[in-house]
């Protein structure tokens, strides 16, 4: 069996034997989604991608016995200036779909998505014989390749490109949606072909193209390859009229000469190098199948130089919601990836935000334009224009909506947190933070009871009040942060003063005796509803926690009950946003419990949201990227947290999770963590500091606690609670009495009925 070891555990500096003990190739394949017939639609399908190109297979819902490949390419959007606000000026468009056709009526078909080498494997047996095919998106290409292996009749069988209008879908399905407001189509696309080569080129009103171009290889006559190619001039600031056609023909040329042996090996070499930066076992092989899935999901949308992930990533489906919504989709989309080690996947986000300051500060009216800085929602592909509506006037009948920067910015904060770089700290966080927050330090006013409030203010998604939960959890938040931030940074800056008393003199949180805490004054959680915007305070800020705050631990557990016990408004997130709320009071079996509710599977005929087969989350139909994502965060959730100055080890683990391990998952303070339980019992922890920083743990251990690692390393044990000082790249092993035989994690035994859970069987 071949072994490799996660990439936590290779360190020369390391005295202890921590390892991971894996055959990778095998764990994984037994993760893969896998059908036993055709894929229905795209909540069935099989998926890969590469970060920017993606492409989803299942059967045709217009030319029967067909499969159909849909073609993506994330940064594919229109650019208009008009309809900004109805969602069709900055939207995602289409781009068509690749068809297969047999020769003969299909039979039977297998499908297997191979997590481990990022590719869809299938084989068709039809009435003229069989077709085999593979489908992968090389990393770092700009391609979409498609093997076929045919026996019999089915060397007949035959692809075809059919090219879908660029227009907005928000417009081609609810035209009647926005009133008042008249959609211009882009011009019709134009066809053409070249020394073999097909290509479809789609003119957009506002400027500019994108061209999709494909051709097929005949290696012999039983073996052929199709190459997909799409090129988008304007994402690649290029802006000029009608050149996409040729650069979609070069590109797609080049491809036809290029080894596809040497693009598969590198594409393999980037993934096998991507699933062992960390690893995650928990003892449910559904939900660890579906962890690792969500993490070939993130990867195949994103990469470090990729764009930001929309709510449907590479993989385009029709939909009235096709741009980035941050209200909370895009704070979830990107809220697994740096616990579990993956921060250069989430740094496009960051780099947006970095990159488009000067929109942020235009956002607001002129009057705040010198301090302050926000964004409002949707926005289009890399950009952050968005005006949001600001006043200092406490008795304004206009709400301000202002959920979008500040949450992003903790999502900014938390980031840098793994890292701790503080040159980026400095130069960019800590003045965006600044601006983000100083638009609270404008708005609050102080009452005649002497506290500060927040004037009338949205609630997402519920509804408007004064002093909104929300908008008080995240201002005491940002001047937290500030604070602690100008504190490590040294600087004197002249708002300290104002931000001290802003935190001392804050108006409580609206609580209504009998549902908790309140959407805001006046206003109780009176309505089934999805978003726990009301509720950050406990998750995901951390001010409201049981370790600091153990008298108000009574007021947010009533708070969390009903805001799940109101039902009707049954949404994927709804039960994610409830998992990781009971996981941060250290509720492992409400946590549970709300995780497996969010993955319950129904019938996708049924217009209700769903997670389907392959894990891609409807929404009424729609696809939405980040709630899956979120249910992976659970899992994490219940394994591992910091905040406050604490990581907790096993914070959150459900009554009869026994075993449970985890390697170099992420804790604030740049610090990597592995652990292992068995027998319900933590066995050892080992920690490693990337940064130097203090490092407070609560492992749950009993007794002394012994410490292997360098002898500048040392322990201090209070309250239970452990003080580590370890320099930069040093770790240690914690573990309680004797000593155990092996610091070793291994992948767990699983029974095969357990084994690809996900996916369409008929077992």
């Known amino acids: 069996m071949a072994l490799a070891l996660c990439q936590c555990c290779l360190s020369a500096q390391t005295p202890s034997a921590v390892r991971v003990e894996i055959d990778w190739a095998d764990y994984m394949a037994r993760q893969d989604p896998v059908w036993d017939r055709l894929p229905a639609d795209y909540f069935e399908g099989a998926f890969v991608g590469n970060g920017l190109f993606g492409a989803i297979l299942f059967q045709d819902d217009v030319k029967p016995n067909t499969l159909r490949l849909e073609i993506g390419r994330s940064d594919v959007y229109d650019h208009r200036t008009d309809g900004t606000r109805l969602g069709h000026a900055k939207i995602r ?49 700009e391609v979409i390749v498609l093997n076929l292996k045919t026996t019999g009749g089915e060397d ?14 928000r417009h081609v ?7 008042g407001f008249v959609y211009v189509p882009n011009p019709p696309w134009r066809t053409g072909k070249t020394n073999g080569m097909e290509v479809v080129t789609q003119p957009l009103l506002a400027g500019s193209d994108y061209s999709t171009a494909w051709t097929e290889v005949v290696e012999s006559k039983h073996s052929r390859r199709i190459l997909v190619t799409v090129a988008n001039p304007y994402a690649a600031n290029t802006n000029r009229a009608f050149v996409s056609k040729s650069a979609a023909l070069e590109v797609l040329e080049g491809y036809r000469k290029k080894s596809v042996v040497q693009m598969e090996s590198a594409h393999r070499a980037w993934w096998h190098a991507f699933y062992p930066a960390s690893f995650v076992s928990v003892p449910e092989a559904r939900l660890e199948s579906f962890y690792w899935i969500q993490l070939y999901k993130l990867a195949s949308a994103t990469r470090a130089d990729g764009p930001v992930i929309d709510l449907m990533g590479p993989w385009f489906k029709p939909s009235i919601w096709a741009a980035l919504w941050m209200n909370l989709n895009v704070q979830l989309t990107y809220s697994t990836l740096g616990m579990a080690n993956h921060l250069d996947l989430a740094d496009p986000l960051f780099r947006l935000i970095e990159r488009h300051q000067d929109q942020l500060a235009a956002n607001v009216p002129e009057s705040f334009r010198s301090d302050c800085s926000a964004v409002a929602n949707p926005v289009g592909w890399d950009e952050l224009s968005a005006p949001v509506f600001l006043t200092v006037e406490t008795n304004s009948p206009q709400a301000m909506n202002l959920i979008v920067l500040p949450w992003l910015m903790r999502e900014f904060y938390q980031h840098n947190q793994f890292s701790m770089d503080e040159t980026r700290l400095r130069d960019t966080i800590y003045p965006l933070l600044r601006r983000t927050f100083n638009v609270y330090l404008r708005i609050l006013h102080l009452g005649e009871d002497g506290r500060y409030h927040v004037p009338y203010t949205y609630s997402d998604e519920y509804g408007n009040a004064p002093d909104t939960s929300l908008n008080l959890a995240l201002a005491k938040w940002g001047f937290q942060v500030l604070i602690a931030t100008a504190q490590r940074l040294q600087i004197a800056d002249p708002l300290l003063p104002r931000w001290r008393e802003l935190l001392a003199k804050m108006a409580d949180y609206p609580v209504d005796p009998a549902t908790g805490i309140m959407i805001g004054d006046g206003v ?6 999805r978003h726990y915007s009301h509720l950050f305070a406990i998750w995901p800020l951390g001010l409201m926690n049981a370790d600091s705050q153990p008298d108000q631990l009574s007021l947010m557990r009533q708070s969390i009950q009903h805001f799940t016990g109101l039902t009707g408004d049954n949404c994927m997130f709804k039960y994610t946003g409830a998992s990781s709320l009971w996981a941060a009071l250290g509720d492992g079996d409400n946590a549970l419990k709300w995780l497996d509710r969010s993955l319950e599977i129904l019938p996708l005929k049924v217009p209700v949201p769903t997670v389907g087969p392959n894990t891609l989350y409807s929404e009424n139909g729609w696809p939405t990227f980040e709630s899956p994502v979120a249910a992976s965060r659970n899992i994490l959730d219940m394994l591992l947290q910091s905040g406050s100055g604490t990581i907790r080890v096993f914070p959150a683990l459900p009554t009869g999770w026994r075993d449970a391990a985890f390697c170099h998952l992420r804790a604030e303070g740049a610090f990597l963590v592995s652990a292992l339980r068995q027998a319900g019992k933590t066995r050892w922890v080992e920690v490693e500091s990337l940064a130097g920083e203090p490092c407070v743990i609560q492992t749950g251990f009993e007794g002394a606690i012994r410490l292997e690692g360098p002898k500048t390393a040392s322990l201090r044990q209070r309250e239970g609670l452990i003080e580590l000082t370890l320099k930069r790249g040093e770790r240690v092993v914690l573990y309680t009495g004797e000593r155990p035989k092996s610091f070793v994690v291994q992948a767990p035994a699983v029974q095969a009925l357990e084994q690809n859970q996900w996916g369409v069987r008929s077992r």
């Open 93 to 141: 468009l289409p781009i068509g779909q690749l068809l297969l056709t047999p020769a003969g009526k299909i039979l039977k078909a297998n499908l297997r998505t191979d997590l481990w080498n990022a590719e869809i494997r299938g084989d068709l047996k039809t009435t003229a014989g069989t077709v085999s095919f593979r489908c992968f998106v090389p990393s770092g290409q």
């Open 173 to 179: 399905l609810r035209p009647l949606r926005d009133k």
């Open 156 to 169: 007949r069988a035959e692809c075809v490109l059919r090219p879908q209008q660029g227009d907005s879908q």
């Open 524 to 529: 109780p959680f009176a309505k089934t509803h």
